[in-house]
């Protein structure tokens, strides 16, 4: 419940596609994995890992765009 509520916190005050936002969204995962409910973790995780993903190439491009 305590992570739930920290989400909610998180997505309001630094946007909910932010680096915050994934480490709890990982740590639900996590305890979801623990409880056995793997549906649950896997959509915790697949939602961690999207917006990770998208960091890392916003990142890229521009790193890539400050070397040239």
């Known amino acids: 419940a305590h992570y739930e509520l920290a989400l909610e916190i998180r997505r309001e005050l630094v946007g909910p596609q932010s ?3 994934s480490n709890i969204l ?3 995962g996590k305890l979801s994995i623990e409880r056995e409910d793997f549906k649950q973790a896997y ?3 697949q939602e ?3 917006i990770r993903k ?3 190439q916003t990142s890229n491009s521009n790193t890539k765009r400050d070397n040239n």
């Open 19 to 21: 680096l915050p936002v």
């Open 26 to 28: 990982e740590q639900l």
């Open 43 to 45: 959509g915790f995780l």
């Open 48 to 50: 961690c890992y999207a």
């Open 54 to 56: 998208k960091l890392l």
